[in-house]
């Protein structure tokens, strides 16, 4: 048996796309953008389970953060498992703050409320993910899955990321993987 801490490294910038082997769980048809992945884990964020029960003026309020009449309300997604009243903004490279991560190119992750006052005052990115809640993986746990076949992993994609619409971000990466999930067959039980 290949051994699953060394089957995977540098999963970071990657888009996470459940396979068929995630359907009828939590998980299926999920994306996960993968913002962390170290030797002690791995952390990302959905990016395609927007909540239907929480707005951004919600937020604002219970933050007490003032809005401006020009600020748009973000879709809220729900981010992961983990963590789930807090925030993570995934954004391109139009806002920056000390506590910003820069991840990638156009790619930026800021979990402080400054975000939180600029997405309100209108002055933050127009690209961006709200996210309540991240998804994160024990060492070695996010690989074991990859060895089980229960993702498949993309490249980041700042279209799919920011531009295509939530309900259609699992169906443009299997598009871009080249695969068309009613074709693939899932192997069940154990010999």
Same mark, same amino acid.
């Given at each position: 048996m290949q051994d699953a801490d060394k089957f995977m490294t540098g999963l970071q910038n990657t888009l996470l796309v459940a396979s068929p082997a995630l359907n009828d769980t939590p998980w299926e048809n999920t994306v996960i953008y993968i913002c962390s992945? !170290?030797?002690?884990?791995t952390m990302g964020v959905v990016i395609n389970r927007p909540l239907e029960d929480i707005t951004f003026t919600e937020i604002t309020s219970e933050l007490e953060i =003032?809005? /401006?009449? /020009? $600020?748009? +309300? =973000?879709?809220?997604f729900s981010g992961g498992p983990v963590e789930i009243n807090r925030g993570f903004v995934l954004h391109n490279d139009g806002y920056q703050h000390e506590s910003t991560m820069r991840i990638a190119p156009n790619?930026?992750?800021? $979990? !402080?409320s400054d975000i939180v006052t600029a997405i309100a005052r209108g002055t933050a990115p127009e690209d961006l993910n709200f996210c309540l809640g991240y998804s994160g993986w024990d060492s070695g746990q996010l690989e074991q899955e990859l060895v089980e076949n229960s993702w498949f992993t993309l490249s980041a994609d700042t279209d799919i990321l920011y531009k295509t619409p939530p309900e259609q971000r699992h169906d443009a990466c299997m598009k871009k993987l080249g695969l +068309?999930?009613?074709r693939i067959s899932v192997p069940h039980g154990s010999a």
């Open positions: 992945h !170290t030797e002690e884990g =003032p809005r /401006s009449s /020009s $600020a748009g +309300d =973000p879709v809220i790619i930026n992750l800021s $979990a !402080t +068309d999930p009613s």
